[in-house]
């Protein structure tokens, strides 16, 4: 009897395997994911990096608000009194995950997804399946918390219950954020507006404190650095590498400085990039580029050039050493030309 007084029945229902079952599975899951990008946080930048609406300003904070978002679901689904807000917490995750995914393999970008950091990199196609299981087993874990055995102090008419509306509210602004940020790399002229509104917040703006640690590997100068082989290069010409992402924003944002520094000189420009030659190729051609591009689907240049993030521009004398770097969230372009200009005054060793 003092067992039965301890407990509320809700909706009749009492305690499922289900529950006992899936919440340690998912919270597991969760916080192996968090701990797998944590460890590999440059990595994990550079991954980031490829989503088409974060800027490149904007790519560690979202790093580690995404790792602290899953860590917090995978503490919050252990205790009762909190299991559904980390269920609610791992179900918008979940959901997310699976619709930017989906979204990934729709235009065609199948890379190996780094969701797991350091431990484990699975395929686009297994990932997306991963995601969409993990998000059934959120919400099999949100019903069944919600309407199952629970303790006493822990009802609805208890009111320390805590509330599904903030949870709700997040995923609700989630999707709305998601469906305008789908729309926007499809749209020129959006994209335009809002990569010159976010270029111009960011200019001569010096890289964060992790970032900086980054370029302490970078090749020194004067290091000669292999130029990509491309038809239309001219090797009379110094040379400006802009290594960018599949992003649209970043990508923009990246090569500006570079492009206007290449028509004011006439030297070359060459955007290196992950994504294939066909996207390239519309890009450039919507936005009325005057660029030379370059598909590097398994980032081969990114060990001789220190490449933990991207976008970056580098500037390469007509002997291939390197004679300037961008060591600033955005360059002047006046920056590039002075640079250019004094390249190509450097004689052939």
Same mark, same amino acid.
């Given at each position: 009897?003092?067992?039965?007084?301890?407990?509320?029945?809700?909706?009749?229902?009492?305690?499922?395997?289900?529950?006992?079952?899936?919440?340690?599975?998912?919270?597991?899951?969760?916080?192996?994911?968090?701990?797998?990008?944590?460890?590999?946080?440059?990595?994990?930048?550079?991954?980031?990096?490829?989503?088409?609406?974060?800027?490149t300003s904007f790519i560690l904070p979202?790093?580690?608000?995404? +790792?602290? #978002?899953? &860590? /917090? %679901? $995978?503490?919050? *689904?252990?205790p009762r009194r909190t299991t559904r +807000?980390? #269920?609610? &917490? /791992? %179900? $918008?995750?979940? *959901?997310?995950?699976?619709?930017?995914?989906?979204?990934?393999?729709?235009?065609? %970008?199948?890379?190996?997804?780094?969701?797991?950091?350091?431990?484990?990199?699975?395929?686009?196609?297994?990932?997306?399946?991963?995601?969409?299981?993990?998000?059934?087993?959120?919400?099999?874990?949100?019903?069944?918390?919600?309407?199952?055995?629970?303790?006493?102090?822990?009802?609805?008419?208890?009111?320390?219950?805590?509330?599904?509306?903030?949870?709700?509210?997040?995923?609700?602004?989630?999707?709305?954020?998601?469906?305008?940020?789908?729309?926007?790399?499809?749209?020129?002229?959006?994209?335009?507006?809002?990569?010159?509104?976010?270029?111009?917040?960011?200019?001569?703006?010096?890289?964060?404190?992790?970032?900086?640690?980054?370029?302490?590997?970078?090749?020194?100068?004067?290091?000669?650095?292999?130029?990509?082989?491309?038809?239309?290069?001219?090797?009379?010409?110094?040379?400006?590498?802009?290594?960018?992402?599949?992003?649209?924003?970043?990508?923009?944002?990246?090569?500006?400085?570079?492009?206007?520094?290449?028509?004011?000189?006439?030297?070359?420009?060459?955007?290196?990039?992950?994504?294939?030659?066909?996207?390239?190729?519309?890009?450039?051609?919507?936005?009325?580029?005057?660029?030379?591009?370059?598909?590097?689907?398994?980032?081969?240049?990114?060990?001789?050039?220190?490449?933990?993030?991207?976008?970056?521009?580098?500037?390469?004398?007509?002997?291939?050493?390197?004679?300037?770097?961008?060591?600033?969230?955005?360059?002047?372009?006046?920056?590039?030309?002075?640079?250019?200009?004094?390249?190509?005054?450097?004689n052939k060793p």
């Amino acid at each position: 009897m003092a067992a039965a007084a301890d407990t509320a029945v809700i909706a009749g229902k009492s305690p499922s395997a289900t529950l006992l079952l899936l919440r340690p599975v998912v919270s597991f899951i969760f916080a192996f994911a968090a701990l797998g990008k944590l460890f590999d946080l440059p990595d994990f930048q550079r991954s980031l990096s490829a989503v088409d609406w974060i800027p490149t300003s904007f790519i560690l904070p979202s790093a580690i608000l995404l +790792i602290l #978002a899953e &860590l /917090s %679901a $995978a503490i919050l *689904l252990w205790p009762r009194r909190t299991t559904r +807000i980390g #269920a609610s &917490l /791992s %179900a $918008a995750l979940s *959901l997310a995950f699976t619709l930017y995914t989906a979204e990934r393999l729709i235009v065609g %970008a199948s890379t190996d997804c780094a969701c797991f950091g350091i431990f484990l990199k699975l395929n686009a196609w297994v990932m997306l399946v991963v995601d969409s299981v993990l998000l059934a087993a959120s919400l099999g874990v949100l019903r069944r918390a919600q309407y199952g055995t629970i303790p006493k102090s822990v009802t609805k008419a208890d009111p320390d219950t805590p509330s599904l509306r903030l949870p709700m509210l997040f995923a609700a602004l989630l999707l709305c954020v998601w469906g305008f940020f789908l729309v926007l790399p499809h749209d020129p002229l959006l994209l335009q507006k809002v990569g010159s509104l976010l270029s111009f917040s960011q200019a001569g703006k010096v890289y964060n404190p992790i970032t900086q640690g980054l370029l302490l590997r970078d090749p020194a100068m004067g290091t000669r650095l292999p130029i990509p082989s491309v038809a239309g290069l001219d090797s009379h010409r110094p040379t400006f590498v802009v290594f960018t992402t599949g992003c649209s924003i970043c990508s923009l944002g990246g090569l500006g400085p570079a492009e206007q520094a290449g028509r004011q000189t006439g030297d070359n420009v060459i955007m290196v990039s992950p994504v294939p030659l066909s996207q390239m190729g519309q890009f450039i051609a919507v936005h009325h580029l005057r660029v030379i591009p370059v598909s590097d689907p398994k980032n081969q240049y990114d060990p001789a050039y220190n490449l933990s993030f991207r976008p970056r521009t580098y500037l390469l004398a007509t002997s291939g050493r390197l004679v300037w770097k961008q060591v600033t969230v955005r360059p002047a372009v006046n920056e590039l030309v002075k640079a250019a200009q004094a390249a190509s005054r450097v004689n052939k060793p």
